[in-house]
């Protein structure tokens, strides 16, 4: 089964012979060897570049460990450069090279080379791309399977693919196994043998029990508003383990950084300013947190809002979580708005509401959207498939299946 990422294609696409070194990022296994080696391969040939004009690099094949040195890197691309036509260059998993930000700065020197490399270390954060390449460098993030991308290659009843999706998540090689004992065991098996051992590895992480505990303490808690000393007064109350707020920070930030999960802050809308105190977190993909959990905690409602963040992000929206203040004539309290979503001059006020079964319900998720004064759009996101429609206040109120399959919010009227 081949299934596009053609998101993502069009995106390098649209960056192809600029001066810039083309960077995807995203967890391992989500698919970004995929969208260079293959489906980008077969959009230059199609496109009428000679084969020999690809020069493609798996830094992780055993064969080509002799190109991880950076002078026989450079001598071996060299080599390969018979004419001044274009040059495609591909360099897969590209952390595994010494001085690797020095070796693809030198092939910004040959004119008539273009660069794109994949890297699922912690280096390849944003930030860290603006600084190494210091302008030279352009990031594309990639997410796991979205659901419509799920959806557009398998078809079928959408509701029991939705149920497989918020169970196991859109690792795209899951679309190729035949049963649910087969996607839970190689989501496991990810986990402890690739995910894990990675992260610990790579920042010599001494507790390994209590960074796979806290771990299991983040999947259990998505969504959930907290800080490092919350969590460390959770560990000391309910595990019986002494982790500083310091340590805890610390692990939280490996986890970011291998693209586990994602931190989404507390942003005061009518403020306009961050609150640093409570964030939440959520899984970059929900299966891989059913899995740390051996699949007890598969609750629809808060995955369901897990799966919304990820949707908004791989739109390319920066999304935060946001406050609103309340006041009456004996209290003031916060409200909350589960997310602020934010692309270019576009912003979104966004409830993931799974069900609206009365009218207390109701007005609970409507009371923050009602205290935001501006004009951009208000949505609330049901499970039920609905009808999108405006309330009174010009709330839409739509259906889940329609945010997922719909390109943007924006489509639906």
Not at 22 to 28: D, L, P, Q
Not at 185 to 199: A, G, P, V
Request: charged share 30%; glycine share 6%; with cysteine.
């Amino acid at each position: 089964m081949i299934i596009r990422r053609d998101k993502y294609l069009n995106e390098l696409i649209g960056w192809k012979h600029t001066d810039l070194i083309k960077i995807i990022t995203g967890i391992r296994r989500c698919g970004k060897s995929f969208l260079l080696l293959t489906l980008f391969h077969q959009h230059l040939l199609e496109t009428g570049t000679d084969e020999s004009h690809i020069i493609e690099i798996a830094l992780d094949d055993i064969s080509n460990e002799s190109l991880r040195e950076p002078f026989r890197m450079v001598e071996y691309v060299k080599e390969r450069i018979k004419d001044r036509e274009q040059y495609y260059l591909i360099i897969d998993e590209v952390q595994l090279l010494d001085r690797f930000v020095d070796v693809l700065n030198s092939f910004m020197h040959i004119p008539n080379v273009d660069v794109y490399v994949t890297g699922s270390n912690s280096r390849f954060l944003s930030k860290d791309v603006a600084t190494e390449f210091r302008g030279r460098g352009m990031e594309i993030h990639i997410y796991p399977l979205s659901f419509a991308e799920l959806y557009a290659a398998e078809g079928g009843d959408k509701y029991a693919l939705w149920k497989r999706y918020y169970t196991y998540g859109g690792l795209p090689y899951l679309a190729l196994l035949s049963d649910d004992k087969k996607r839970a065991e190689y989501l496991t098996s990810l986990n402890k043998t690739l995910y894990l051992r990675d992260i610990v590895e790579r920042n010599k992480v001494m507790n390994v029990e209590e960074f796979s505990e806290l771990m299991n303490v983040m999947a259990s808690g998505i969504g959930s508003p907290c800080n490092p000393n919350k969590i460390a007064n959770t560990f000391k109350t309910v595990k019986k383990v002494c982790l500083t707020p310091h340590t805890i920070a610390n692990y939280l930030s490996y986890m970011e950084d291998a693209f586990i999960l994602e931190k989404s802050m507390r942003y005061d809308i009518k403020g306009r300013k961050y609150i640093g105190t409570l964030s939440k977190y959520y899984f970059q993909d929900i299966g891989l947190r059913n899995a740390l959990l051996n699949f007890r905690q598969v609750e629809e409602t808060h995955i369901m809002e897990n799966v919304i963040y990820n949707e908004l992000r791989s739109r390319g929206y920066s999304v935060d979580v946001g406050m609103v203040d309340a006041r009456t004539a004996t209290e003031r309290k916060q409200l909350e708005v589960d997310f602020v979503a934010n692309k270019g001059d576009k912003r979104y006020y966004i409830q993931s509401a799974f069900a609206l079964p009365d009218e207390e319900k109701r007005q609970q998720e409507f009371a923050s959207l009602k205290r935001i004064n501006d004009s951009f759009k208000k949505v609330i996101i049901m499970r039920e498939d609905i009808a999108p429609y405006h309330d009174d206040n010009g709330v839409l109120i739509m259906g889940l299946m329609d945010f997922l399959l719909k390109t943007d919010i924006d489509e639906i009227r």
